[in-house]
Structure formats: C-alpha cells, structure tokens
C-alpha cells in the first residue's frame, strides 16, 4: 500500500505542514497541492465542497506527493465510508468531545475484526494499492479536532484511544466556545492555556499535536512550541490576501476606488 510519509513523520515527532481546501475548485487544489505542503485537507464542513465534488479534489491532490486529508462535516459514518471510499488517506473529524466518539471513529475507519468498516473501495485502493484492506489501518490517519470546553477537559482520554494519530484544534471554535470571539489576531490567555492543554495531553499520549494557524510567522512559532501537524491558512485566503494587496498596490499607484 501506498506509505502515508507524513503519518511515520507525526509518529516520530517530525514536524509536518500543510493547509485546507475552502473552494470546490479541482485546478486551485492541484495548484495547493504543487505548491510543496506536505498535506492538504479538503474541507466539508466549512466550505463549498461536498461528497458531488470530493473525489475530483482528491484526484487533484494526487498529482503530487502530497497527502490528501478530509475535513468531515459530522461523525456520521456514512461521511468516514464516502472519504475514505474516495481516497482520503486521513480524516480530520470535528468537534470531539470524548473517549466514546474518539472510539467510534476509528471503529468506522478500520476493517473487522478491529473495527465496522464495509468493504466497496471504488478509488482508496486504486490509490492506496492492492493490499489496502490489510494495511489501511497503518496507513491512514484518524485526527480528532478538540475545539470545545469539552474537548479540552476531555483531552487525554480522547488522545489515549488506539487508533487516533493526532489532534488538530480549531482556535476559532474553541475561542467561542470559552466564550470569546473569533478571528483573533492573538488568542486570548484563557484560549492560549486550553491550546497547550491540549497539545500537552497529546504528548503525554505519544501522540501529535495539530492546530490550525493564518501567518507564517504563527505556524512558525507553533512549530517551536512542539506542535508537528500545523496548518497554515486556507486556498480562500490565500486567494483574497493575493487579491487584496494587489487592488491596493494599484489603488497607491492611481485613482483609489472612491473616485469612481
């Protein structure tokens, strides 16, 4: 089966970076995808993507070497069958809030007799390889987002479950959900120490600690702090910042906007 570099990487402490995939677009996905992160996640819970779509941004991603992920929108099984089915080679599942729903995910990504999985594989083993129903179980990758009260109280039990690789936390939920707002230029003291909660239950656990970040210089800094599996904004913003800059750039040149 196809090797999953960055799972050997995140299990040996080895940092990894990569980003998420906001648009439906297939061609800005390989774009993203030739542009050298090591994971890409395409997302289904906070964007325009959908099961219609997943497959041909999948199929994108796979032009490279780079491992293509899936933000869940729910933990509903149905959701794990259609990712993985597609070629996901890691799911990303939103709002873990326990031991409980931490083991019913990787029960739904793994084959009897160690989890529920059905067989039908109409892309993961043409991607994955001919032995993919022995092996996708070392391979692919079971990420828990802890990003509420919940989840952080609940962090070590959920980073002990077999099965689970790495937690990824949502600073924008888990700033509203300790009750403050999101889109923070800096996290507020209270969101900070939840963050690195969780990142030390992780370690604790022999597990990777992720969390998702906007700049270069953030990702950075994440990175020294012992966080190995960051992400590092999105196609969207990357796009409007892109964009954005340029209009000004030009408005600084000639007439602005206003004088139209």
Partial sequence: MRTNWVKQLIKSGQP????????GSPLIAEIMAHAGFDWLIVDLEHSENSLANLQGMLQAISTTSTVPLVRLP?????????????????????????ALEAAAVVKAARYPPHGSRSWGT????????????????????????????AGVENARQIMGINGIDACFIGPN????????????????PEVEEAAQAIKHSALVEGKAAGIQTYTSIAANQRLQQGFTFVGLSTDIRYLSTAARTAAAEFQFLGRSRSET
């Fill in 122 to 149: 109409p892309r993961g083993l043409l991607y994955g390889g001919p032995d993919y129903f022995t092996r996708s179980a070392d391979e692919i990758m079971v990420v828990a987002m802890l990003e509420t009260r």
């Fill in 74 to 98: 729910t933990q509903e099984v149905v959701f794990i069958k259609r990712a993985l089915d597609l070629g996901a080679y890691g799911l990303i599942v939103p709002q873990v809030e326990s």
């Fill in 16 to 23: 990894t970076v990569g980003s998420m995939l906001n648009s």
């Fill in 173 to 188: 939920d888990l700033s509203i959900s300790l009750g403050h707002p999101p889109e923070a230029a800096e996290l507020n």
